[in-house]
T-cell receptor
Framework: NAGVTQTPKFQVLKTGQSMTLQCAQDMNHEYMSWYRQDPGMGLRLIHYSVGAGITDQGEVPNGYNVSRSTTEDFPLRLLSAAPSQTSVYFC?????????????FGDGTRLSIL | AQKVTQAQTEISVVEKEDVTLDCVYETRDTTYYLFWYKQPPSGELVFLIRRNSFDEQNEISGRYSWNFQKSTSSFNFTITASQVVDSAVYFCALSDNNDMRFGAGTRLTVKP
C-alpha cells in the first residue's frame, strides 16, 4: 500500500524560484493537508482541503498556494521561494475532515532555500 | 484559539525507566479530539492514539498509557519500562473542525 506519497524528498532552491511539492494518496481520502515542521515549533498547518475543488487556509498560508483538482492529488506551490520557507513539509490525509480522524502522513519533503 | 503546550523539550532516561510526557491544551470548543503522534529518527509521523473530549477514560496499550483530565486540560502519555526503540520525538495534537494544532514536541532519548 502506497498511502501518502510525497515528491521530491529533498530540494534546494534559490531565493525567488518557484516550485511545486507533490502529494498523492491512494486511500480515497476526502481530507488532505499540508504542514511545515520547524525546530521547536512542531507542525503548523499551511492549507487543507476537505474534498476535490475545495481548499482553505490553515495557520501559516502566506507564500503558498494549493489546488485540489482530483481526490488523489494535493500539490503545494511556492510562488517565490524565501529563506524563511526552509523547512520540512509534510502532506497528510484522512478519510474525512471530521476532527476525530487520525491523519496519515507522507514521509516529508526537506526543502532548503538559499 | 487552540493551543497545545508540551513544556518538556527533551527528556533523557535509561532503558527500563518509566517516563511521562506532558501535554496541556487550550480550546473554547466543547467537542474536540486529542492525539499523540510519534516521529522516530527516520522522520515519518506515526499515529499512536486518539481521544475525544467526552471520554476521560484512561487507556493502556502495552507499555503505553494515556491520562486524559479535562479538569486540568491535560493529556499525558506514559511509557512504562522504556526501550531504546522508544527514542523519538512525540507530538501531542488538538483537533476541532478542520484545524489540527500540534505541540512543539518532546524529544525522548532512551539510553541503553
Amino acid at each position: 500500500n502506497a498511502g501518502v506519497t510525497q515528491t521530491p524528498k529533498f530540494q534546494v532552491l534559490k531565493t525567488g524560484q518557484s516550485m511545486t511539492l507533490q502529494c498523492a494518496q491512494d486511500m480515497n481520502h476526502e481530507y488532505m493537508s499540508w504542514y511545515r515542521q520547524d525546530p521547536g515549533m512542531g507542525l503548523r498547518l499551511i492549507h487543507y482541503s476537505v474534498g476535490a475543488g475545495i481548499t482553505d487556509q490553515g495557520e501559516v498560508p502566506n507564500g503558498y498556494n494549493v489546488s485540489r483538482s482530483t481526490t488523489e492529488d494535493f500539490p503545494l506551490r511556492l510562488l517565490s521561494a524565501a529563506p524563511s520557507q526552509t523547512s520540512v513539509y509534510f502532506c497528510a490525509s484522512s478519510y474525512t475532515g471530521k476532527s476525530n480522524q487520525p491523519q496519515h502522513f507522507g514521509d516529508g519533503t526537506r526543502l532548503s532555500i538559499l | 484559539a487552540q493551543k497545545v503546550t508540551q513544556a518538556q523539550t527533551e527528556i533523557s532516561v535509561v532503558e527500563k525507566e518509566d517516563v511521562t510526557l506532558d501535554c496541556v491544551y487550550e480550546t473554547r470548543d466543547t467537542t474536540y479530539y486529542l492525539f499523540w503522534y510519534k516521529q522516530p529518527p527516520s522522520g515519518e509521523l506515526v499515529f499512536l492514539i486518539r481521544r475525544n473530549s467526552f471520554d476521560e477514560q484512561n487507556e493502556i496499550s502495552g507499555r503505553y498509557s494515556w491520562n486524559f483530565q479535562k479538569s486540568t486540560s491535560s493529556f499525558n502519555f506514559t511509557i512504562t519500562a522504556s526501550q531504546v526503540v522508544d527514542s523519538a520525538v512525540y507530538f501531542c495534537a488538538l483537533s476541532d473542525n478542520n484545524d489540527m494544532r500540534f505541540g512543539a514536541g518532546t524529544r525522548l532519548t532512551v539510553k541503553p
